[in-house]
């Protein structure tokens, strides 16, 4: 069996930490632009844009913006009935002036159209009611 030399081994670094410094510091910018999209996308409906980052607050001013009660967080509690959480987007979108496609992206890639509806063009029309 073969010796190992301890200070071989310290010598052959991989540069394995500047690979997961990189990613780290990758991942936390988009965390960051993710966060940033949902702020805006929450101050344009006339929200507070730090409300994103408060559990279940979030989540209800969500379902205000939606046009939902606020209530509508205990059914997302409960297996099953929760699906209906899956119409959010699709209203949100609605509310923003967006078609059915686009509710799809903020249901399947929150991280690109929900940044896409807060820095873009898009207006906010409390008026619109659930159909």
């Given at each position: 069996?073969?010796h190992?030399?301890?200070?071989?081994?310290?010598?052959?670094?991989?540069?394995?930490?500047?690979?997961?410094?990189?990613?780290?510091?990758?991942?936390?910018?988009?965390?960051?632009?993710?966060?940033?999209?949902?702020?805006a996308?929450?101050?344009?409906?006339?929200?507070?844009?730090?409300?994103?980052?408060?559990?279940?607050?979030n989540?209800i001013?969500?379902?205000?913006?939606?046009?939902k009660?606020?209530?509508?967080?205990?059914?997302?509690?409960?297996?099953?009935?929760?699906?209906?959480?899956?119409t959010?987007?699709?209203?949100?979108?609605?509310?923003?002036?967006?078609?059915?496609?686009?509710?799809v992206?903020?249901?399947?890639?929150?991280?690109?159209?929900?940044?896409?509806?807060?820095?873009?063009?898009?207006?906010?029309?409390?008026?619109?009611t659930?159909?």
């Amino acid at each position: 069996m073969a010796h190992l030399d301890s200070s071989v081994l310290l010598a052959q670094d991989d540069g394995g930490g500047a690979a997961a410094l990189i990613l780290m510091v990758l991942y936390f910018g988009i965390i960051i632009g993710i966060l940033a999209g949902f702020a805006a996308t929450f101050s344009k409906a006339g929200e507070p844009g730090w409300a994103v980052i408060i559990p279940i607050y979030n989540v209800i001013v969500m379902l205000k913006i939606a046009g939902k009660p606020a209530w509508w967080i205990i059914l997302l509690l409960i297996p099953f009935v929760n699906l209906i959480g899956l119409t959010i987007p699709f209203e949100i979108a609605r509310r923003f002036g967006k078609g059915g496609g686009f509710g799809v992206g903020l249901l399947l890639l929150p991280f690109i159209f929900y940044p896409i509806l807060g820095f873009g063009d898009a207006k906010f029309s409390p008026d619109i009611t659930s159909e």
